[in-house]
């Protein structure tokens, strides 16, 4: 299976904004996608609940998998989006 | 969160008693205290309270109870998703949002689903699904711990609605209301719409408030520390006189009339104009221009804000007295950059274009608390790591908002004076001083909250270039009284001599010295407060914008002397209430700020 492991990127770990936007961005692909960090077992990445609750800080790694078509090109939108620091391009006016 | 008025507080026996009835046979009046001047009347509506769940039911189909829990899911997502577009807080909206979405995730309606299946009623699946979340993020601490207050939040909208319940919160019927709580958190402000409430009333709370300061703001009537609150009924329609402090149940027609009609004569009798029901709070002649007594001695009035968008309301101002940067900072998960600050900061020198602006370096603490200072909880925040305190463990915070400022500053033609929160020393003072000026700004200045900063002005003073007194913390210092006891309301009272004598000595101290000493705390938006700080000595007054016209009037019927003669009866006054009555007593004028404002009346 299609498979990714990166380290969080942004300030704030894998919550709030961070969070937000890379579940937004998971719900959108065509494939299901799941994160799990180390040993856990893996949840929906489509789901801002179980992202919240893997805990994951800025340099946690974490693995993100998919399977079926469309889902290398899924992972590889994904994994730069956690990759990034996401807090620090927060708009000005937020 | 929302507060539910508990069963009948055993309350003072003075507070709650029906007085003397002012109305005709039926109605009945309450007592609290008049924190916000108007009259309003209308159907009394409660802040919900969180819905507990029923006994468990068994359910006959499944398939429809689950989709009915679902439901009511998205009935919280959607209402979430309206309150974010209304939001007129760029913040507040993205909290809604994010909020919208976990109630949005669909493993929330597939564990709903699963606990039906289970044999569980919606209300009780709900509750079940959340439970699974709620466990994990509190047990990983820090971050997720603080959401599960959201969770909760959540949970207890979602079973509301599918128990057919109003979602706790404030209500938003559609049509004007007197907002009643046990007290109003700043949460619930953003809820609250300025369309639909016509004024407030709360069983707690006291003088300095966040319901006092919210009604001011928005100049709505209010009355707060109203134990007999709780026995009135959902609906009762009643009539709210924030200037005597006094709640009438039960009024008919002819009693709403009649009181909507003296509001419109008092209002008729300035030259204001504004239509009676779109506003309300003092009333008083209209006019701009610089504060000054009868006699022409100056004392500017200034405002407080909170960002540009506050700058348009105040307008008529001398200047910003108070520029609170909290707003900026609120919210965050790490401190906002220098360029954006900047840009903040420079929009609001920019509006008030070649006036002062007294501009407040962060005021947080463990009782505002910041998520990016990850500050522990204290066991008492108002004594705590507050203020400039911050800056002892933080001091790039410090360095980069005076940065921030001075360059700011620089690109416009405002006259900015900067000042610190929470100065007990002169070393502080000393030290806050010498970072401001090594920024490269001209006026540094401290807040006289503290008891020992108002004791050691004089000292103060040789560090600084002016002083402004914080009212609502000094009196909470002084008393020994947390400002979010409703209890304690009367010591909070601004109108305490023990109070307006630490005042008088700060600004004595000011006169000696040659430098301002101003009053931004609510004390400040008193009209018949205003010319007694005058008379102290006091050369600023800063207060919401709404209060200016008021309190510019109060000052022009009053020479210097006179309001020195009112100071001296204040400070010798046993108390509060014998202060304020003596200040009346002694006033021959018609006192422009006790009147009842233009009623806000659904007879009207």
């Known amino acids: 299976m299609p498979t990714r492991t990166v380290t969080v990127g942004s300030a704030s770990g894998l919550h709030a904004r961070p969070a937000a936007l890379f579940v937004a961005a998971a719900a959108a692909q065509p494939v299901p996608v799941t994160i799990r960090t180390a040993d856990r077992r893996p949840v929906p990445a489509g789901s801002i609940l179980s992202v919240l609750a893997l805990g994951a800080k800025q340099g946690t790694e974490v693995t993100i998998e998919a399977e079926g078509e469309g889902a290398e090109a899924a992972l590889e939108a994904l994994a730069e989006l956690l990759a990034r620091d996401l807090d620090a391009e927060e708009p000005a006016d937020a | ?604």
């Open chain 2, 1 to 604: 969160m929302p507060d539910q008025p508990p069963p009948a507080p055993a309350a003072p026996a003075e507070s709650p008693v029906p007085v003397a009835p002012a109305g005709p046979v039926g109605s009945r009046v309450l007592r609290g205290i008049g924190v916000s001047p108007g009259t309003a009347a209308g159907p009394l509506l409660r802040v919900a309270g969180v819905p507990t769940l029923p006994d468990p039911a068994p359910v006959a189909d499944p398939g429809a109870e689950g989709e009915r829990a679902v439901a009511a899911l998205a009935t919280v997502v959607a209402e979430l998703g309206r309150r974010a577009d209304r939001a007129a807080d760029a913040t507040v909206a993205e909290v809604l949002r994010a909020q919208a979405m976990m109630a949005d995730d669909p493993v929330l309606a597939d564990a709903v689903r699963d606990a039906v299946g289970a044999g569980r009623d919606g209300p009780h699946a709900i509750d079940a699904a959340f439970a699974t979340y709620r466990e994990a993020f509190s047990a990983a601490g820090g971050y997720l711990a603080e959401r599960v207050a959201d969770l909760d939040d959540l949970r207890d909208r979602a079973v509301a609605v599918c128990l057919g319940r109003p979602m706790p919160g404030v209500p938003s019927p559609g049509h004007p209301y007197v907002l009643a709580a046990r007290d109003l958190a700043p949460a619930d402000t953003a809820e609250l719409d300025p369309g639909q409430v016509v004024a407030l009333v709360t069983e707690a709370g006291g003088p300095t408030s966040h319901t006092a300061i919210l009604a001011r703001a928005l100049g709505l009537p209010a009355v707060v520390a109203c134990a007999g609150l709780a026995e009135l009924t959902e609906g009762t329609t009643v009539l709210v006189d924030g200037g005597t402090g006094t709640i009438e149940a039960g009024a008919d027609e002819a009693r709403l009339a009649e009181a909507a009609a003296a509001a419109g004569r008092d209002h008729a009798a300035g030259p204001g104009g504004a239509a009676a029901g779109t506003r309300a709070g003092a009333d008083a002649p209209a006019g701009a221009g610089p504060g000054r007594t009868a006699d022409g001695h100056a004392v500017a009035l200034l405002a407080n804000i909170g960002s540009v968008r506050d700058v348009s309301a105040a307008e008529e101002a001398e200047g910003v007295g108070l520029f609170r940067t909290e707003l900026l900072f609120l919210g965050r998960t790490r401190e906002p950059g220098l360029e954006e600050q900047v840009e903040a900061y420079r929009d609001v020198f920019a509006a008030m274009c070649g006036r002062r602006v007294v501009i407040r370096t962060l005021d947080a603490g463990a009782d505002k608390p910041l998520p990016f200072l990850g500050q522990a909880e204290e066991p008492n925040p108002a004594l705590g790591v507050r203020g400039l305190r911050i800056a002892r463990r933080r001091p790039e915070l410090l360095r980069t908002q005076l940065t921030a400022i001075a360059r700011a500053a620089e690109a416009t033609a405002a006259d900015v004076w900067v000042m610190a929160p929470m100065v007990a020393t002169p070393a502080e003072a000393a030290a806050f001083a010498e970072a401001v000026r090594a920024a490269g700004l001209p006026r540094a200045g401290v807040m006289v909250e503290v008891p020992a900063a108002a004791l050691h002005a004089r000292r103060l003073l040789r560090e600084v270039d002016f002083l402004s007194i914080g009212t609502n913390d000094l009196s909470q210092y002084v008393f020994a009284a947390d400002r979010q006891c409703g209890e304690l309301a009367e010591l909070l009272d601004p109108w305490q001599p023990a109070l307006l004598q630490l005042v008088a000595g700060v600004a004595e101290a000011g006169r000696a010295a040659g430098k301002p000493v101003g009053v931004c705390g609510e004390a400040a938006a008193d009209p018949l407060l205003a010319p007694i700080l005058a008379g102290l000595g006091v050369t600023s007054l800063s207060m919401s914008a709404r209060a200016l016209p008021a309190v510019r009037a109060a000052l022009a019927a009053r020479p210097l002397a006179e309001c020195e003669r009112l100071a001296a009866l204040a400070l010798d006054a046993d108390d509060a209430g014998h202060a304020r009555r003596l200040a009346l007593d002694a006033d021959a004028d018609p006192d422009p700020g006790t009147d009842a404002g233009p009623a806000r009346s659904l007879a009207a």
